[in-house]
């Protein structure tokens, strides 16, 4: 057991770990990070993806103490229901969550990737997601609502 | 009792793009699914699955599992008290022979598929449990196993059960099919394959199980059917009154979570620790565990008249129903009943029947037995176009039933059946057509239509209920046991309330899914929530709406008539009328001993059973009609088939809520593009080869294009305001529809699902050998 500490979310996280755990496990069920969902546990659906140092990765595939020092971002560090990020909002409004369960890990991949490509393509939109399994929606309003808030964010940068 | 509805000039929110009250959660992560619910001291549960197809248990010895550090429990079949599970529909009011299916809760003897559940462990933590589970020591003799349908049919085949293998026979019998052949200048025969597919919703089957303060086994679990509350107690041999069952928002169903699941594990385990107990399958478990989508063998010989009117229909339906029957038979009725599509035919003849193999088993998936046979009779319908040389649209449209007609089993078609109008429209929403995107490439299109029913098998009697609430403060309560599998279930209910009270969705709260606490609604299944709750919740919502009302005019002093409700006010209809505030009703309400709520039951209309014989009679409520139509590219030298275009047309009676309808278009599209080119769960002689998402492949989102949807309101369903059923019929037309394309760009029919680059390449290879 060895104790590390990163930021989740902005904040201080400090927590006693195996060497083998990942930081799946370690998120949701020692640091209460719930809304960081489990679908395979193999890097196949993307439903675990978090933000670790600005990269989307599938938590299931990194082990915890790879977190030490850095910091985590999960769709809680987005912004919360009274300052939602754009992604959020437009996912509500075009309606692009059903069940739900994939959006947590859709929308780091796409905040990553919005982060770093605000004027991205359709095409590039999906294949940004393109590990993120959806069983429910066929991605359609997903995307709508990616190209959505990604108008959005542009409109906001400072003009140069 | 007649359907609620009625047209209101105009609307004020249904219809409407409301964002749904559920998203809010969902985008900021705060919604607890089963796994994300823990409990003080909760123990890890695990199952113990077997690894052979079929075999007989000559020893199950638990004594090392037992010995490992922080194990509470260890279970088998001998701790079971009831060690059996009917599979039958909950409501089912009606004893039909072949509708009777068991399973075992653990597997006592033998096994028959593998991955059927042995033993169950319960431990302090994942991990103990997991040892635990290796150290469960199995002694197996393997028995003959029967793998392939047709060979199971075969009295010679080792039999499954003591009564042989055939679990279930259904036919129709319509006019006389030798005549009709006569009768036909065109005869297409052929035989369609479609493959054992896995709902691969991405929440595994999950829940977490505890003993509450009135000593009530409580489950709190990813289901679609709180009704097995029943089935728990069954097992345990305890009154119905002492299991509850609630299904939080759960994260994806399509009919893998219709059947008991964890439920029964968890309800086992809670009873013999009285500790909390959490259950979650791995992918791969979910993937090994019951139940999937039934391959079917489709035998179809269409005849046809040179004019391009269909003459006769001879079909052979065989549905591998894997290990155990749960609900084949019911699936197999469903699909004799769709096999003939949405066509007029003289003389047809159907025959299904359902059998057992060591397979993995098979059950409920979206689309119930219909979206088998719609591969077959639209491949059939483009095959026969093409034999006729005409327009594949020009002659559907020739034989397609209008409202009024009657299907080969009987049924008349009593609503809106816009067949050519969502055909017609599906199609031409293609647009004009690609050029290949470079040499070796061809272009395709292809077109199917369906119908596809929602809403319960009508001797079922089904029914559901709901209750809507005034509160004190002005704002609205929805009870009602309604599972929300991701459609938008609760949603469309707040919405038809907010509808008719006149109050904001913001201000109406909604509480589902509970089997103790809501009023039971019936399952999520069979395209019937919105249907059946909705009528229900908008019955009650009326009959609040009604008191509502008086006790305003009374207040108002003015005729009833006069009195709207919007916005949370009732006021006088006219300029600068007086108004009262639905905080200031409800206390008026109080005061003068009315009602601020409504209970109300919604009940289907019923009917007689069918005649076996014949197979005439009228099986569903009603039915939802719809087109799509694709644009597809192949690769000559891959056999890769990419989807560039997909357009839906569907009559849905009445959208509720735009956004919905078309989310359950575009993702049941995307399952028809897995189902038509990407989806199989490979078994070999009984063993799963493709335990992951790895090697089970669902469509990425860049396998799927944009969906260009568009929707038909014809205010002619069984719903609130004449909404039909959509969750089901989405994904019914997409697979023959690629095919279809697929034939249109390089002169193939795939008569096999999924057109995988190989099967294709292959198939085109073998056409130019020739």
């Known amino acids: 057991m060895r104790t590390i500490e990163f930021t989740l979310n902005g904040e201080r996280a400090r927590v006693s770990v195996e060497p083998h755990e990942t930081l799946l496990g370690v998120l949701r069920q020692k640091l209460a990070a719930t809304e960081v969902k489990s679908g395979c546990e193999r890097g196949d659906c993307g439903a675990c993806a978090v933000v670790l140092n600005g990269k989307a990765i599938n938590s299931c595939l990194a082990l915890a103490v790879q977190a030490a020092g850095r910091s985590v971002v999960t769709v809680r560090g987005l912004g919360g229901a009274d300052h939602p990020h754009p992604l959020q909002t437009a996912f509500i409004e075009l309606g692009a969550a059903q069940c739900g369960i994939c959006i947590p890990g859709m929308l780091v991949s796409l905040y990553a990737f919005l982060e770093a490509q605000p004027r991205a393509t359709r095409q590039e939109v999906r294949e940004a997601i393109g590990g993120n399994l959806c069983r429910c929606t066929g991605y359609h309003k997903i995307v709508d609502a990616a190209e959505a808030a990604a108008r959005h964010l542009v409109s906001l940068e400072p003009r140069s | ?770």
Request: net charge negative.
């Open chain 2, 1 to 770: 009792m007649s359907k609620p509805g009625g047209h209101p000039p105009r609307f004020r929110i249904v219809g409407e793009r409301a964002p749904r009250p559920d998203a809010r959660d969902k985008v900021h992560g705060l919604l607890r699914y089963a796994d994300d619910f823990a409990l003080v001291g909760m123990l890890h549960a695990k199952v113990v699955r077997a690894t052979r197809p079929s075999a007989r248990l000559v020893k199950v010895d638990t004594r090392r599992a037992e010995a490992v550090p922080g194990v509470r429990c260890v279970m088998t079949a001998h701790d079971v008290p009831n060690n059996v599970l009917f599979s039958d529909v909950p409501g089912q009011t009606t004893a039909v022979g072949p509708l009777r299916a068991r399973t075992q809760v653990l597997a006592d003897d033998v096994v028959r598929y593998l991955g059927e559940a042995v033993a169950l462990v319960a431990a302090d933590t994942e991990e103990a449990a997991e040892a635990a589970v290796r150290l469960v020591a199995i002694e197996y003799e393997d028995l003959p196993g029967v793998f392939d349908p047709e060979a199971a049919l075969s009295p010679d085949a080792p039999q499954i059960e003591p009564t042989g293998n055939v679990i279930s026979r259904w036919k129709i019998r319509k006019g006389d099919v030798e005549t009709g052949f006569r009768e036909a200048d065109v005869v297409v025969e052929e035989t369609y394959r479609t493959p054992l597919v896995d709902h691969a919703f991405i929440e595994p089957e999950a829940g977490v199980g505890w003993l509450d303060e009135n000593g009530v086994i409580t489950l709190r679990v990813a289901t679609q059917v709180i009704e097995h509350f029943r089935d728990v107690a069954n097992v345990l041999g305890l009154p119905h009154s002492k299991v509850r069952i609630i299904a939080p928002y759960i994260g994806g169903g399509f009919g893998g979570k219709e059947d008991v699941t964890v439920e029964v594990f968890l309800g086992l385990l809670v009873w013999k620790t009285t500790r909390p107990v959490r259950l979650c399958y791995s992918r791969e478990e979910s993937i090994l565990s019951p139940t999937k989508r039934h391959p079917f063998i489709m035998k179809y010989k269409h005849g046809a008249k040179r004019d391009g009117t269909l003459a006769a229909l001879e079909v052979e339906l065989i549905s591998d129903a894997g290990g155990y029957a749960y609900l084949s038979p019911l699936t197999l009725l469903y699909g004799i009943v769709h096999a003939a599509g949405p066509y007029r035919i003289p003389h047809v003849k159907i025959d299904g029947v359902s059998v057992l193999t060591n397979n993995p088993p098979t059950s409920a998936f979206r689309g119930f037995g219909s979206a088998q046979p719609a591969f077959a009779y639209e491949s059939q319908m483009d095959a026969l176009a093409r034999a006729l040389g005409m327009d594949p649209l020009a002659f559907r449209e020739r034989n397609f039933l209008h409202k009024g007609e009657r299907l080969a089993s009987g049924q008349e078609l009593e609503t809106a059946v816009l067949l050519a109008e969502t055909t017609r429209r599906a199609w031409s929403a293609l647009g004009p057509k690609r050029q290949p995107s470079g040499p070796g490439k061809r272009i395709g299109r292809g077109l199917a239509s369906a119908l596809t029913a929602y809403g319960r098998i009508v001797w079922l009697h089904d029914w559901s209920s709901a209750w809507v609430e005034l509160q004190m403060d002005g704002t609205v309560l929805i009870r009602t046991g309604v599972p929300d599998i991701g459609g938008g279930q609760a949603a469309s209910l707040v919405q038809i309330t907010s509808e008719l009270l006149g109050v904001a969705q913001e201000e109406i709260a909604v509480h589902i899914g509970d089997s103790a606490l809501t009023p039971l609604a019936g399952t999520t299944t069979a395209t019937r929530q919105l249907y059946m709750s909705g009528s229900a919740v908008h019955k009650a919502a009326s009959e609040l709406r009604a008191t509502l009302v008086a006790q305003a005019a009374e207040l108002l002093n003015v005729a009833p008539e006069l009195v709207e409700l919007a916005d949370g006010i009732a006021s006088v209809s006219g300029p600068a009328g007086k108004q009262v505030s639905f905080k200031e009703l409800a206390a008026a309400c109080a005061r003068s001993h009315r009602p601020r709520s409504s209970f109300a039951i919604y009940q289907a209309p019923a009917g007689q059973v069918m005649d076996f014989e014949t197979g005439q009679g009228k099986v569903f409520p009603d039915f939802t009609f719809g087109a799509q139509a694709v644009e597809v590219e192949v690769d000559e030298d891959t056999g890769e088939v990419e989807v560039l275009r997909l357009a839906a047309c569907y009559d849905v009676g009445q959208a509720i809520n735009r956004n919905s309808v078309e989310g359950q278009i575009e993702g049941g599209a995307a399952m028809g593009i897995g189902y038509a080119l990407l989806e199989e769960d490979k078994v070999a002689a009984g063993i799963t080869v493709t335990p992951n998402l790895m090697t089970y492949l669902i469509p990425t989102a860049l396998d799927v294009p944009d969906v260009t949807t568009v929707i038909l309101e014809s205010g002619e369903g069984m719903g609130p305001w004449g909404a039909r059923g959509i969750g089901e019929p989405a994904m019914v037309p997409t697979a023959p529809a690629i095919a279809n394309a697929v034939f249109d760009a390089v002169g193939v029919r795939m008569t096999r699902l999924p057109i995988t680059p190989e099967r294709l390449w292959r198939a085109m290879h073998a056409a130019k050998v020739d």
